[in-house]
């Protein structure tokens, strides 16, 4: 998995901006996460796991608490390398490309088509993307 695939994922997306502030407790990060994408704490973990993989975030022990932070290492790289790609002139905060939808866009859609969806269907969904990837 890619710097891009790991980054094109709204869950792990979500998870950095959640962190982008400084340290948070994994409890507190999954609680948030579980409630605006609907998904189980484990596969908050397997997000978190990709993340930490990948070196995307850091995590240390604070008695039982795990506590995450972003790495800006891995996510600096990727912004020379897009840097490459940007006209000359243009600052690139106005938000993303043409085409490529806003996290906060996407995550309005998903919870104003979650409560007319049931659980199952949800879970049938989530199994047929795992499986293209």
Known sequence: MDAFEVLGD???????????????????????????????????SLHLGVLRGHSFVTVRADG????????????????????????????????PPSGIPDDRSARATADANAPNSSKKKRKKRARRKERKR
């Open 10 to 44: 709204p869950v792990r997306r979500r998870i950095l901006e959640l962190l982008v502030d400084g340290e948070r407790p994994a409890g507190e990060v999954g609680a948030v996460v579980e409630m605006e994408f609907r998904i189980s704490q484990p596969a908050v």
């Open 64 to 95: 039982p608490r795990r506590l995450y932070a972003v790495n800006s290492g891995p996510l600096l790289e990727i912004g020379a390398w897009l840097d490459r790609y940007r006209r000359p002139g243009s600052t690139g905060r106005d938000g």
